[in-house]
């Protein structure tokens, strides 16, 4: 009797373990192995672990992918870091197409249209308790906001009071908050912005927001969701390009010619 009980305790098949989960277990252990062997893994392997990692776990930083030759840069070289600069609206800052969806499952059956996405590097006031608010410059909204809201959204968003809207975290967890005129200047998202700032741990300077304006199925209702990845190595904020155009390469590229005509 003893054996058979140790038998089947050691059966990783047996009924107190689905054999639908024998493969996770076994990419699980090998896993594990390679921390402990310190097996190296390479980039694009590694990449694609992170993205299963968040689409099992609904893992929040990062979700959307990340250059190698950027991290590469980012990681050894001081002086690319000192050179980065703000991409084109449009582009993100290692010089990856931003995607047209966000990769959340729990929000599929929910949103119904997607406007283009921006990318934006959190600042200090973005982040700070006091702030409750997630600033957003007024350029962006006319270009990637604006084309998904009707002409009352329009004229209620510019104003103090502003309207009510919902902001999808990488769970699929709807925020209720505000979007309105701030100082003339710019536009923000406040009243829920901290709760979701604070479940989220935003890092200002580290984390690049990539944010998609989208409208419900149901209701129609302006929504939004935002997603973020970390750059632990840029510590301040990166300075705008002089003016608006850029040649069509990459931050990657454009600071390498920084470098070699210095």
Known sequence: MEENSEEKNNNVESDDYPEEHNEAAIAGFALI????????IDFQTAN???????EIHC????????SKEFIEALSLDEEFVLNLKVPERGMSIDGLALPKFPRVKN?????????VPFEKQLTVSDVKEDQSRLTI???LVA???????NDDEKEFSRKIDGIVVLVYDSKGNPYEMMFKMWSGKSQVL??????FCNANKFMAHEDWITIWACRHKKTQQLCFVILARRFPKIKQL????????????????????IKQTN
């Not at 893992?59 to 990340?66: D, K, M």
């Not at 406040?190 to 709760?195: H, I, L, P, Y």
């Open 190 to 195: 406040t009243s829920g912005w901290k709760a």
């Open 137 to 139: 410059t007024k350029d």
């Open 59 to 66: 893992g929040f930083l990062p979700l959307l992918p990340v």
């Open 33 to 40: 192995q390679c921390k402990y062997s310190k097996t190296e």
């Open 48 to 54: 694609h672990l992170n993205r299963g990692k968040s």
């Open 143 to 149: 270009e990637f906001i604006y084309p998904m809201m």
């Open 107 to 115: 929000i599929r059956d929910q949103i119904g249209k997607f406007g």
């Open 238 to 257: 990166v300075p705008k390009k002089l003016g608006n155009k850029r040649e069509n390469a990459s931050p990657i590229s454009e600071n390498r010619k």
